[in-house]
């Protein structure tokens, strides 16, 4: 059973940096046809897809995200990791990672909520 847990700040201040990172346990980042995806929720919003690190560490980002994101990885400890530069209020949402499988997104992570204010 593949297990995601998102951390990291849960305030972050105007244009600074929001980093968070997802531990994922009970298969490899690593493992052949494995994605892992960073998506968000802002408050009465739909789910916005921010981009994707695959298991060869080639990234994909959104276009309205790509200018200010980051996703990388850390095979020793299997994480990925999301950083989001200059961040203003529009980016308070509930942030998730997610693995993708194929085309289907099987295994999310519980959120984490990120609120940007001063």
């Known amino acids: 059973q593949v297990q995601l847990q998102e951390s990291g700040p849960g305030l972050v201040k105007p244009w600074q940096t929001l980093s968070l990172t997802c531990t994922v346990s009970?298969?490899?980042?690593?493992?052949?046809?494995?994605?892992w995806s960073w998506i968000r929720q802002p408050p009465g919003k739909g789910l916005e897809w921010m981009g994707v690190?695959?298991?060869?560490?080639?990234?994909f980002y959104s276009p309205s995200f790509k200018s200010r994101t980051s996703i990388s990885r850390d095979t020793s400890k299997n994480q990925i990791s999301l950083q989001l530069t200059s961040a203003t209020p529009e980016d308070t949402a509930v942030y998730y990672c997610?693995?993708?499988?194929?085309?289907?997104?099987?295994?999310w992570g519980q959120g984490t909520q990120v609120t940007v204010s001063s």
């Open positions: 997610a693995r993708i499988y194929g085309t289907v997104y099987d295994y």
């Open positions: 009970g298969g490899a980042i690593t493992t052949t046809m494995n994605g």
């Open positions: 690190i695959l298991w060869d560490g080639r990234t």
